[in-house]
């Protein structure tokens, strides 16, 4: 069989979808699975085992510079729907499910098409309230597949080990317990905050090191902070790549951050997680696992407002409650 998943954006969505395409292959071991992803997201499943073809789409460089170079935008995604249309597949399965994606499958030329929402003239599944994951387990039932477990899986290869090895060695000598910080996430609405981060990091025991991450733009408000509030800990916001920073996290004893996509690589990566929750519903893209929880304030409305909370619902979170899940998930 030949078979077209399309997973585009964001990180965590793509990453959500990584136990679905292991249980594609599960279903159908002898089968040929093709994934159009986003170049960005490409690192998800750089070495994922189950993937044997890779179609990318530069989706943010067509979102931010089409009217600048429309030209170039027709071009690149008529070389991805040329790809698409090249092979004839058994089944496209669309776990997107947006416009962004669904034009793709709708191009696909193949005998049965499934797609995570409801589209004109397509098999398929729709319910906001479900979990992500949950969703898209739906959306493979729908194509007739037998779903048992999909939880998230991150590959990493022995480049990445070898580096993240070498980086323990200098900035953790004595073998401490490493706790993450990630304090930003897309949305300022969704960040715990920074103060919060300090005051929680003064607070860990003498056996622990704060490690804290981020992007490019996170280093210098890090980096001022462990400057100006006495703050322990090292600041390797953008000095590491995707899977550099998973296998960081594999070798921590638990990670702290909002609704993030540093969350879900705890979850995939089997590293305890403490997520602050505001805006946004756990139910429907928090982490799972066992060595999960989520703090939010008792009162929180799940407004999903990107920032400006009327509640301050996040600052309501206080770093000795957040302790005090460490304490639990860490033993």
């Known amino acids: 069989m030949n078979i077209l998943v399309i997973k585009q954006t964001s990180l965590g969505d793509v990453l959500h979808s990584t136990g679905h395409i292991r249980t594609i292959r599960e279903n159908f071991p002898d089968s040929r699975i093709t994934l159009l992803t986003a170049t960005s997201s490409y690192d998800i499943y750089r070495h994922n085992p189950n993937i044997d073809d890779v179609i990318l789409f530069e989706r943010y460089r067509v979102k931010s510079d089409w009217y600048k170079h429309?030209?170039?935008?027709?071009?690149?995604?008529?070389?991805?729907m040329r790809q698409v249309r090249s092979?004839?597949?058994?089944?496209?399965?669309?776990?997107?499910?947006?416009?962004?994606?669904?034009?793709?499958?709708?191009?696909?030329?193949?005998?049965?098409k499934?797609?995570?929402?409801?589209?004109?003239?397509?098999?398929?599944?729709?319910q906001r309230e479900l979990h992500a994951i949950r969703e898209m387990d739906e959306v493979l039932n729908k194509a007739?597949?037998?779903?048992?477990?999909?939880?998230?899986?991150?590959?990493?290869?022995s480049v990445e080990r070898q580096k993240v090895k070498q980086l323990l060695t200098e900035i953790n000598p004595g073998n401490k317990k490493l706790v993450i910080l990630s304090p930003f996430t897309r949305w300022p609405g969704k960040n715990w905050p920074l103060d919060h981060f300090a005051q929680f990091a003064k607070n860990l025991s003498e056996d622990m090191r704060a490690v804290f991450t981020g992007s490019d733009t996170d280093g210098a408000?890090?980096?001022?902070?462990?400057?100006?509030?006495?703050?322990?800990?090292?600041?390797?916001?953008?000095?590491l790549s995707l899977l550099e920073f998973a296998e960081l996290v594999k070798q921590s004893s638990a990670l702290l951050t909002g609704d993030s996509?540093?969350?879900?690589?705890?979850?995939?990566?089997?590293?305890?997680?403490i997520a602050?929750?505001?805006?946004?519903?756990?139910?429907?893209?928090?982490?799972?696992?066992?060595?999960a929880i989520v703090l939010r304030a008792d009162d929180c409305?799940?407004?999903?407002?990107r920032s400006n909370c009327p509640k301050r619902c996040m600052e309501r979170v206080s770093p000795k409650q957040v302790m005090e899940s460490l304490l639990q998930v860490t033993g």
């Open 144 to 157: 007739g597949l037998v779903v048992n477990d999909t939880h998230m899986e991150l590959h990493v290869s």
């Open 87 to 112: 092979c004839d597949y058994d089944v496209a399965i669309d776990l997107q499910g947006r416009l962004k994606s669904v034009i793709f499958l709708y191009a696909a030329k193949a005998k049965r």
């Open 261 to 273: 996509f540093p969350m879900h690589v705890a979850g995939a990566m089997g590293t305890p997680v």
């Open 70 to 80: 429309p030209l170039w935008a027709i071009q690149h995604i008529s070389d991805v």
């Open 114 to 126: 499934i797609v995570k929402g409801n589209w004109w003239g397509l098999d398929g599944f729709r």
């Open 276 to 291: 602050v929750f505001g805006p946004t519903d756990e139910g429907r893209v928090g982490p799972v696992g066992r060595n």
């Open 301 to 305: 409305d799940r407004c999903y407002r």
């Open 221 to 239: 408000p890090i980096q001022k902070l462990l400057d100006s509030d006495s703050v322990l800990g090292v600041n390797l916001a953008g000095k």
